[in-house]
């Protein structure tokens, strides 16, 4: 994509020397510290800073263009190889997304997109893991998942990249809408729908209607793949005239598992079965969610066509990102680290993987944020559900006090304190050596400071 292609897609006014408007770009970014020569700087104003001030600097870095909202000062738009480029936008948030639009309807590859309330990230690293067995394979990094982060990991797909894995968050409706024209996805994986955003989205019917708005721009022949066992989208019987593909443990699914063999800590064996053929499968990853995701990956990878063979390979090679059921073997404690959010499923799906420890179990949870009215409840029900797989419950936070409460009441061992640094000044008394350790809450609690703590 040239600079001149970038100011016709978000209407801007492009400022440059003659010559210069056929100038390829690189990356682009709205993080000045990212800027390497070629790339574009996307100068947006956010609540603490103003990208316009770091103009001068990405200059410096040798950014070949800046798109923003006010004329860069005289004085650096002077270069050493001349005069410096760049286009005037009425909102630079706006013509990120235009250029990315624009940008992804040039692109010929598969895209997959994955949304859902739960295991969005891990379902997109077993995806992943899948097709980089045979396909160059871009996928999203990091949080950028949303309406400013998924455009600029679209720009990030390359000529070289042979099919793209993007995941695809909100908190409110018409996001997904939004993200769905941005991505345009080829393949569309909702993993669940669960209680995530209900202080926006109110009830489980209303999150089924945001996250299905993935469908709003999908291409014309797209594939939708849906977890078949979720009761929300096993209601979804047809998307655009054409029935979607079901994955879950029921044998009526074009795909399902069996024979799963629980390895405890260290993952599972199963059958995987495909309207192509069955196999062996190795998951390397602890719970019966975990199957799930290695089912919805697997249903990817057919549909591109490949092997199953190649595609067990890829399952076998999963591996945990940190904060996300990352398993960490240390000297003292073998910790489950799962700080990276929460939910009230994820809550029991990790308090259930901490159950298979054969040590005393140890839950440390927080917080769960943006559940809405009924908030409270379902903080209880937590704390009642970990009353039957944990030794003791540790919590922290206004809200964890209910589960702190249910918890005591059904007969769990309890202590609560009020907010996360207090629980970790009280912790190392509170805990023994061979504990396994579960460590879990929404992102704002800041609970990964707890599993650096213990690592020390």
């Known amino acids: 994509m040239t600079i001149q292609e970038m100011a016709a897609a978000c209407g801007g006014k492009l400022f440059c020397e003659s ?4 100038t390829v770009i690189g990356d682009v970014h709205m993080d000045s ?13 956010g609540e603490r800073v103003d990208g316009h001030d770091f103009i001068s600097s990405v200059y410096e870095k040798g950014a070949s263009c800046v798109v923003c909202e006010t004329k ?5 738009l002077v270069g050493p190889d001349g005069s410096r480029s760049y286009i005037i936008a009425t909102s630079s948030i706006q013509a990120l997304k235009d250029i990315s639009a624009a940008y992804r309807l040039t692109l010929r590859l598969p895209v997959i997109g994955i949304t859902g309330s739960v295991g969005k990230t891990t379902t997109k690293e077993f995806i992943a893991a899948v ?3 045979q396909f160059d394979t871009l996928k999203t990094e990091g949080n950028q998942n949303n309406t400013l982060g998924l455009p600029m990991m679209v720009m990030k797909i390359k000529e070289h990249h042979q099919a793209a894995v993007l995941e695809m968050g909100i908190s409110d409706f018409g996001e997904m809408h939004e993200l769905s024209r941005d991505a345009r996805p080829d393949i569309c994986v909702i993993t669940n729908i669960g209680q995530c955003h209900l202080e926006f989205l109110h009830t489980r019917d209303g999150i089924l209607k945001a996250k299905t708005e993935i469908f709003d721009y999908m291409s014309e022949n797209a594939t939708v793949i849906l ?3 979720d009761d929300k989208l096993s209601t979804l019987q047809e998307v655009k005239g054409k029935k979607p593909i079901f994955y879950g443990l029921d044998s009526s699914f074009a795909y399902y598992a069996d024979e799963i063999k629980d390895l405890g800590l260290f993952g599972s064996d199963c059958i995987l079965h495909t309207p192509v ?3 062996e499968a190795h998951i390397p990853l602890p719970g019966q969610h ?8 697997c249903a990817v990878g057919v549909t591109l066509g490949m092997e199953l063979g190649t595609i067990t390979e890829g399952l076998a090679g999963v591996r945990p990102l940190g904060g996300r059921c990352n398993i960490l073997r240390l000297d003292k404690y073998t910790v489950i680290d799962d700080c990276y959010n929460a939910s009230p499923a994820s ?7 901490l159950n298979m420890a054969d040590s005393r179990k140890v839950a440390v949870l927080g917080d769960m944020f943006e559940l809405g009215d009924n908030e409270k409840k379902l903080h209880e029900g937590i704390g009642s559900y970990a009353a039957d797989k944990a030794d003791i419950l540790i919590s922290a936070g206004g809200l964890s006090e209910c589960m702190h409460e249910a918890a005591v009441k059904a007969g769990c061992k309890a202590v609560h304190f009020a907010d996360t640094d207090e629980l970790m000044k009280e912790l190392p008394g509170l805990i023994n050596e061979g504990d396994t350790i579960l460590i879990k809450a929404s992102h704002g609690m800041g609970y990964a400071k707890i599993v650096e703590m213990l690592k020390k």
């Open 19 to 22: 010559g210069k408007e056929n």
């Open 33 to 45: 510290r990212k800027i390497m020569p070629g790339d574009v700087f996307v100068a947006a104003k």
């Open 72 to 76: 860069p000062s005289d004085e650096d």
């Open 131 to 133: 097709l980089e067995q």
């Open 227 to 229: 977890n078949g066992d």
């Open 277 to 279: 053929g069955m196999c």
């Open 290 to 297: 975990m199957i799930y995701n290695a089912l919805a990956a």
């Open 347 to 353: 809550m029991r799906a990790s308090l259930d993987l």
